[in-house]
T-cell receptor, first 114, second 113 residues
Framework: EAQVTQNPRYLITVTGKKLTVTCSQN?????MSWYRQDPGLGLRQIYY???????DKGDVPEGYKVSRKEKRNFPLILESPSPNQTSLYFC?????????????FGSGTRLTVV | QKEVEQNSGPLSVPEGAIASLNCTYS??????FFWYRQYSGKSPELIMF????GDKEDGRFTAQLNKASQYVSLLIRDSQPSDSATYLC?????????????FGKGTLLTVNP
C-alpha cells in the first residue's frame, strides 16, 4: 500500500531533550515536506526537500532540522524542544511532473513538550 | 505576508444541499490550487487540484478558479453527513512544481441529516 509513515504517533517529552520524528514513504517520491498544525494557525510548512541532499526552509523553520540522506526518509529533528513546539506534525510527499497533484500526508505525530 | 484566506465557519448545510466553500489568495504568481479535506484527528486528504481558470468537476465536487479575482471555491453537491469535515485550501508557491504549498486555516463544514 502506498503510504507515508510517521513515527511515533504520540510523543511527550521534556524541554531540551533532543528528539527525532521519523518519516518514510514507499512511493519513490522526490518531494517531501514537514508541516505543523496548530489551532487557529492552520498548517504551516517547516521544511521541504526536493530530492536527496536538497532541503530548504519553509515558513516556520526555527528550532527544527531535517536531513534527506535517502530518497524514502525525511526525519525531523528537534535539537532542544521547547513548549511552543507542542503541535501536531505531518510529513508529506509528492512527485514532480504532470501527475503531481499535491502532497500525500502521513497520519501525523502529536508532540507535547513539557 | 501573502496569505490564503478562508472563512473559518462553521458552515452548516442540510443533507442534500449544495455546500459552497471559498478561498482568496494574495499572491498573483500562484498557479496551482488544492482543496484538502481533514476529518477531526486525521490527516488532510486531497480532494481537488486546479490550475486553469474555470470549473473542474469530479463527482459531487466542483472546484472553481478565478485568477483575475484571486479566488478559489469548492462546491459540494448533494452534501452528505460524511462530508462534515474541515476543508483546507492551499496554493502552490513553487512556481508550478507543487512542493511549497501554503494552506489557509480551513473552513469547518457540518452537514445536518
Amino acid at each position: 500500500e502506498a503510504q507515508v509513515t510517521q513515527n511515533p504517533r504520540y510523543l511527550i517529552t521534556v524541554t531540551g531533550k533532543k528528539l527525532t520524528v521519523t518519516c518514510s514513504q514507499n512511493m519513490n517520491h522526490e518531494y517531501m515536506s514537514w508541516y505543523r498544525q496548530d489551532p487557529g494557525l492552520g498548517l504551516r510548512q517547516i521544511y521541504y526537500s526536493m530530492n536527496v541532499e536538497v532541503t530548504d526552509k519553509g515558513d516556520v523553520p526555527e528550532g527544527y532540522k531535517v536531513s534527506r540522506k535517502e530518497k524514502r526518509n525525511f526525519p525531523l529533528i528537534l535539537e532542544s524542544p521547547s513548549p511552543n513546539q507542542t503541535s501536531l506534525y505531518f510529513c508529506a510527499s509528492s512527485s514532480p511532473g504532470p501527475t503531481n497533484y499535491g502532497y500525500t500526508f502521513g497520519s501525523g505525530t502529536r508532540l507535547t513538550v513539557v | 505576508q501573502k496569505e490564503v484566506e478562508q472563512n473559518s465557519g462553521p458552515l452548516s448545510v442540510p443533507e442534500g444541499a449544495i455546500a459552497s466553500l471559498n478561498c482568496t489568495y494574495s499572491d498573483r504568481g500562484s498557479q496551482s490550487f488544492f482543496w484538502y479535506r481533514q476529518y477531526s484527528g486525521k490527516s488532510p486528504e486531497l480532494i481537488m487540484f486546479i490550475y486553469s481558470n474555470g470549473d473542474k468537476e469530479d463527482g459531487r465536487f466542483t472546484a472553481q478558479l478565478n485568477k483575475a479575482s484571486q479566488y478559489v471555491s469548492l462546491l459540494i453537491r448533494d452534501s452528505q453527513p460524511s462530508d462534515s469535515a474541515t476543508y483546507l485550501c492551499a496554493e502552490d508557491r513553487s512556481g508550478g512544481s507543487n512542493y511549497k504549498l501554503t494552506f489557509g486555516k480551513g473552513t469547518l463544514l457540518t452537514v445536518n441529516p
